[in-house]
């Protein structure tokens, strides 16, 4: 359902009639048109309490094995201050930029210009197409206008500023006369000029006119860039000023003038993500011509840039430090945006993060299996991690109509267990985390659809012929299929189904549960069919997580337990103290707390780190 357009229409009344407050410090003196800012405040007081804390002194410590075998050598807790100490004058007290919406004009504007350009080379083009790109590429070169902006660092004390201020002006006067590009120096000030005429002595627009392009003697725009010297502030003018003075209204309340976040920011990338979708198209369908190893990195280099701006969206955001670390981030709707589900009362009920860590989210089951697939792949894939077929199958099965069984909202609970010594295993008694997914199914019939799916894929992933489920009671009103471990693990089966590690799945009410521990899943069925108040109730969370100290110290210790019996092979020399080291964070960390809510015109993404209270 569409968001309707009057409580839109109404909270901009609401917004024109109380402005925010004019920010105090460093964005009092930007210019009025700044709708992308980001200022970061001093960072080094933080680094400094890190550096003299318990926290950080243990953390070292237990890192010093992983040093030693990540780099030859380990360094202590002093040691490392001492390191840092020479560097710290080197620490800006703040850094920052301020573009106006139309910087990302200008850059799709040189996008656009270097496609029409790029077409233009393929020598298999007819006549008409030749024509129709060649007007396109004309239009699109002689739109390339100035860019705008300003970004500034301030260094610690004007020595410092005035070296870094040298350090960039001496590089210039180093320049290649050949490149044409202008440089003046004055008291404190050093400006770059570029004409496009004279760039690169003159050979850019030699090269264009060889493709058949009229650029009009007229054409022959300049590009300017001044950094100026102001006390301890470098300030970089890209173009000209903006007019007027920042009143600060694109942070809402996220910058409060009594006490200003240690970073904010704020992103309006107006109509180029349409630009640039239209851009990446056209590359593409210059593919196989002679140029296509060129154009397939191109459009590799939009998408990313395409994919950078819309995760950036229309979005503005905070950082808090202190004893609580904040973050909180708020994308702005516009009326087209459709309202997103709430999550169903019954999965918040059985989110009880008191009892181990949880999450739960109004999305469907199937989304957020390819979400996490692919934020998986996305941060290894590189590294040939996520990089095998049997990942790729269980992805596309994740993102594809196969899965599409589900209603938005998903649950994941874990609780601490203990797995039970038995005869035949020679562990002893060796911790497992117990874990539940919930969901909330279209039917009964999708429930044992989606596991038949799922149970092939993973069959195929494992090696093994096929997973087998057998029927179980579980108590009143839980008919389970119980995962058949003999055929599949022996040393993990036991013949009780109370036992802790039991791997099943069930439909309860409507419901899909996939839980390893029956134990887990009896409470999680009193919960849902329970009348209590959901904790925490509401009705307008998207999102909710919770992560305690003693969760991930607990986690860390299970895990140290099974990597000692597990063969890891060269990884195992790092994997101990890796989870030493977060063991000791867990017993710093109080509490992580997620929360994703939709209110009247945004959608608000706070996370909290609370930190326990020194000793």
């Not at 237990?62 to 001492?82: I, N, V």
């Not at 997103?340 to 009892?355: E, H, N």
Request: charged share 20%; proline share 6%; hydrophobic share 50%.
């Amino acid at each position: 359902m569409l968001r309707p357009l009057a409580p839109l229409l109404f909270s901009s009344l609401l917004l024109a009639q109380a402005p925010a407050p004019a920010p105090a410090g460093p964005l009092a003196w930007l210019p009025a048109n700044a709708t992308n800012v980001m200022v970061v405040h001093d960072l080094l007081p933080h680094l400094q309490a890190l550096l003299a804390s318990p926290v950080f002194a243990e953390l070292v410590t237990a890192s010093m094995p992983l040093q030693e075998q990540m780099f030859g050598g380990a360094r202590d807790p002093k040691a490392l201050q001492r390191l840092a100490k020479p560097f710290e004058v080197y620490v800006p007290r703040e850094f920052g930029l301020a573009l106006p919406t139309a910087f990302w004009d200008r850059l799709v504007d040189v996008l656009d210009a270097a496609t029409a350009v790029l077409g233009l080379k393929d020598q298999d083009l007819d006549a008409g197409e030749a024509r129709a790109l060649r007007l396109a590429a004309e239009e699109a070169i002689t739109s390339v206008r100035r860019v705008d902006g300003l970004i500034w660092v301030e260094a610690r004390d004007e020595r410092v500023a005035d070296r870094w201020f040298e350090s960039i002006a001496g590089m210039l006067r180093e320049l290649d006369p050949g490149l044409g590009i202008g440089v003046t120096f004055g008291d404190g000030v050093v400006t770059a000029t570029v004409k496009a005429r004279e760039f690169a002595g003159g050979r850019l627009v030699t090269q264009l006119t060889k493709l058949g392009l009229d650029l009009h003697g007229s054409w022959d725009p300049t590009f300017a860039a001044t950094l100026r010297l102001d006390g301890a502030r470098l300030v970089l003018q890209l173009g000209e000023r903006g007019a007027g003075n920042f009143d600060g209204k694109v942070f809402g309340d996220l910058w409060p003038a009594a006490t200003p976040p240690f970073a904010a920011w704020t992103v309006d990338c107006g109509d180029n993500l349409a630009r640039l979708a239209e851009l990446q198209e056209r590359l593409l369908g210059m593919l196989g011509s002679p140029e296509e190893a060129v154009v397939d990195v191109a459009s590799q280099a939009f998408f990313r840039l395409q994919r950078m701006l819309d995760n950036l969206g229309r979005y503005r955001g905070a950082v808090q430090l202190g004893a609580e670390w904040v973050w909180t981030t708020e994308e702005l709707f516009d009326e087209a945006t459709e309202t997103i589900d709430p999550v169903p009362v019954a999965l918040q009920r059985g989110y009880a993060p008191l009892a181990g860590p949880g999450l739960v989210i109004a999305a469907p089951l199937d989304f957020v299996g390819a979400t996490v697939l692919d934020q998986l792949a996305t941060q290894f894939g590189s590294r040939g991690m996520m990089t095998s077929d049997a990942f790729d199958q269980i992805y596309d099965f994740f993102a594809g109509e196969e899965s599409a069984l589900f209603e938005p909202g998903t649950l994941l609970v874990t609780r601490p267990a203990a797995f039970r010594g038995q005869e035949g295993w020679p562990h002893g008694a060796m911790p497992f985390a117990a874990f539940a997914v919930v969901a909330k199914a279209n039917d009964d019939a999708a429930a044992g659809a989606f596991m038949a799916s799922l149970s092939t894929h993973l069959a195929t992933v494992l090696d093994v012929e096929e997973l087998a489920w057998k029927a179980a009671d579980l108590g009143p009103g839980i008919d389970a299929n119980l995962l058949d471990l003999e055929a599949l693990a022996p040393e993990l089966a036991s013949p009780h189904t109370d036992w802790d590690f039991a791997p099943h799945w069930c439909v309860l009410d409507g419901m899909f549960v996939l839980s390893s521990d029956p134990n887990l899943t009896r409470e999680l069925a009193a919960q849902m069919r329970g009348d209590q108040v959901p904790v925490p109730a509401s009705a307008e969370a998207v999102a909710l997580m919770s992560l305690r100290g003693d969760d991930l110290r607990g986690i860390a210790v299970g895990l140290g337990k099974w990597a000692a019996v597990v063969p890891l092979g060269d990884a195992g020399l790092m994997v101990q103290p890796l989870l030493r080291a977060v063991q000791v964070l867990g017993e710093q960390l109080d509490v992580v707390d997620w929360r994703l809510d939709e209110e009247v015109d945004m959608l608000r993404d706070v996370l909290r780190v609370r930190w326990k209270a020194a000793k």
